[in-house]
C-alpha cells in the first residue's frame, strides 16, 4: 500500500518507533486480546502505537467476520478476546444478534462517535466512516447526468451500470438502507432497474467494477471510496470520477468499521480504554487513514487525499438498519435477479 501522504508517512513512521521498544516495558504491562475482521496491515501500526503510549500489550487474531463471530459463540465463557473489531454495520448487529458483545457506557465514546453510527444498544461504536457513492467514467458520463442511486434504475442507463456482486455485505447494506428509506416494494422496484441497466455480471469485487468503468465497459458504478482512492494511487490517469449521490435527497449512504466489547472478556475496563482511545483524535487518523477512509470523530480530519474529493452530506439514518433489514434485503436482491 502507498503510503504516499503526510499522515500516512506519519504512521509508518510511528509503527517503526514501536517496533523499537525495549522488550521489557511490553513484558510488565498488562495484556489485551482482540479478534479483528480488519487485515494485520490496518491494524498492526495502530496497536503498536498504543502500546508504546500506555504500555499495554495488544495480541490479535484476524479472519473473516462470520468466522470470528462464530469463534466468540463457540468459546463462550472460555474466550480469551476482550474486543472485536470487523467491518460493516451489519457485521457489527450481527454480532450483537449473536450474544458475543456487552454493553458500553461511556460518555467518550457517545461524544467520539455520532449517534447514527453506533448501535442504539451501546453494543458496538463505528470507528472509521466509509462512503459508499457513484464512480463514473469521465469521458462516457458528466457529473451533471448523475444525481441518485435511485436514478441509476431509470432507462437511460440501460446498458451503461456496473455492480458488485449482491454476496457483498457493502451492497447488502446500501440495499437495506434503500429499504429503510423508502420501504421494501419500492427498494424492490429500484434494485430491478438496476439489474435491467446492467452493462455486465456483477462484478466480484469494488476495484473490478472500477476498472471497468474505467475501461468504458460501463459509464457508472457504485462503490465504496477507499477502493477508488487505492486504484487512483496507482493509476492516476484512469478516467474515473466520484460523484457524491442523493446530495438533495437523504445524503450518502455511509458504512462504518467499528468494535465492540467481547461478552466474556476478561479484561472490560482495559478493553474499554482501548475502545475510547480508538475513538481519540490521536487515534483516529491512524485507524482511518491507512485505509482511505473517514474519521467517525467529527472533531477529526481526514487524510489529504480524501479531504481532495470534497465535502458531502452523509445520510442521517442509523446504519444499524443495515443489519436489521440485512436478511430482508438479500431476498429482495434475490427475487430481483440481482446476483
Not at 250 to 266: D, I, P, Q, R, W
Not at 285 to 303: G, H, S, T, Y
Request: hydrophobic share 45%; proline share 5%; net charge positive.
Amino acid at each position: 500500500m502507498s503510503l504516499r501522504s503526510p499522515a500516512r508517512r506519519t504512521l509508518a513512521a510511528l509503527a517503526i518507533a514501536a517496533c523499537l521498544l525495549p522488550a521489557a516495558q511490553a513484558t510488565a504491562a498488562d495484556r489485551l486480546v482482540v479478534y479483528s475482521a480488519r487485515i494485520e496491515a490496518l491494524i498492526k501500526p495502530m496497536f503498536e502505537a498504543y502500546t508504546k503510549e500506555t504500555g499495554v500489550e495488544i495480541q490479535y487474531v484476524t479472519d473473516k467476520e462470520g468466522a470470528l463471530v462464530e469463534r466468540l459463540k463457540a468459546e463462550g465463557a472460555n474466550t480469551t478476546a476482550d474486543l472485536l473489531i470487523t467491518t460493516d454495520a451489519g457485521n457489527l448487529w450481527q454480532a450483537a444478534q449473536e450474544g458475543v458483545l456487552r454493553p458500553v457506557e461511556s460518555a467518550v465514546l457517545e461524544k467520539a462517535v455520532p449517534a447514527n453510527l453506533r448501535d442504539p444498544g451501546k453494543q458496538w461504536f463505528g470507528l472509521s466512516i466509509r462512503a459508499r457513492t457513484l464512480f463514473f467514467n469521465s469521458k462516457m458520463a458528466k457529473a451533471g447526468e448523475l444525481s441518485t442511486y435511485e436514478d441509476l434504475a431509470a432507462p437511460k442507463w440501460r446498458g451503461k451500470l456496473c455492480l458488485r456482486s449482491s454476496k457483498k455485505v457493502y451492497n447488502q447494506s446500501l440495499v437495506a438502507m434503500l429499504i429503510s428509506e423508502h420501504g421494501e416494494a419500492k427498494a424492490e422496484q429500484i434494485v430491478r432497474g438496476w439489474v435491467a441497466n446492467l452493462a455486465a455480471e456483477p462484478f466480484a469485487d469494488d476495484t473490478r467494477m472500477l476498472e471497468a468503468v474505467a475501461a468504458g465497459q460501463c459509464a457508472v458504478g457504485i462503490a465504496n471510496t477507499y477502493y477508488y482512492g487505492r486504484l487512483m494511487e496507482k493509476k492516476p490517469e484512469l478516467p474515473l470520477a466520484i460523484f457524491w449521490a442523493n446530495q438533495n435527497d437523504g445524503g450518502v449512504h455511509v458504512n462504518v468499521s467499528g468494535a465492540g466489547l467481547t461478552k466474556h472478556g476478561k479484561q472490560p475496563a482495559q478493553a474499554q480504554k482501548l475502545l475510547e482511545w480508538l475513538a481519540s483524535p490521536k487515534a483516529q487518523n491512524l485507524f482511518a487513514d491507512v485505509n482511505l477512509e473517514f474519521p467517525v470523530n467529527p472533531a477529526v480530519a481526514p487524510d489529504p487525499v480524501v479531504k481532495a474529493w470534497g465535502s458531502f452530506k452523509a445520510s442521517p439514518l442509523n446504519v444499524v438498519e443495515a443489519g436489521r433489514l440485512q436478511a430482508t434485503a438479500v431476498r429482495l436482491m434475490d427475487r430481483a435477479g440481482y446476483r
